[in-house]
Nanobody, 122 residues
Framework: QVQLVESGGGLVQPGGSLRLSCAAS????????MGWYRQAPGKQREMVAF???????MYEESVKGRFTISRDNAKNTVILQMNSLKPEDTAVYYC????????????????WGQGTQVTVSS
């Protein structure tokens, strides 16, 4: 199996910063893509920041210039640095990864973490 474990969520005032971390572990052969989505109450899950299968980095329009995604390939980890947070950034943030497993190298599956709550409020 493959596990994604997120950490770093919490409550922060508007204008503040948070750092989210996601570590992938298990029977991983290769990680093709990895990053962050979020889901606010009553809304659909949306992409926030992602390293794509083609090696590009994508950001949701509203977070450009405020959020930065980085990765440590050796540790199968992605970090989301969130600055200048706004109340509309409040959501559950999910880590996702497209992974092929050892013994099933030709099959790529999207895995999700359990989610971490980010609340931006004064």
């Amino acid at each position: 199996q493959v596990q994604l474990v997120e950490s770093g969520g919490g409550l922060v005032q508007p204008g503040g910063s948070l750092r989210l971390s996601c570590a992938a572990s298990g029977s991983i052969f290769r990680i093709y893509a990895m990053g962050w989505y979020r889901q606010a109450p009553g809304k659909q899950r949306e992409m926030v920041a992602f390293f794509t299968r083609t090696g590009n980095t994508m950001y949701e329009e509203s977070v450009k210039g405020r959020f930065t995604i980085s990765r440590d390939n050796a540790k199968n980890t992605v970090i989301l640095q969130m600055n200048s947070l706004k109340p509309e950034d409040t959501a559950v943030y999910y880590c996702g990864a497209d992974v092929s497993r050892i013994g099933q190298e030709s099959t790529i599956t999207r895995y999700w973490g359990q989610g971490t709550q980010v609340t931006v409020s004064s």
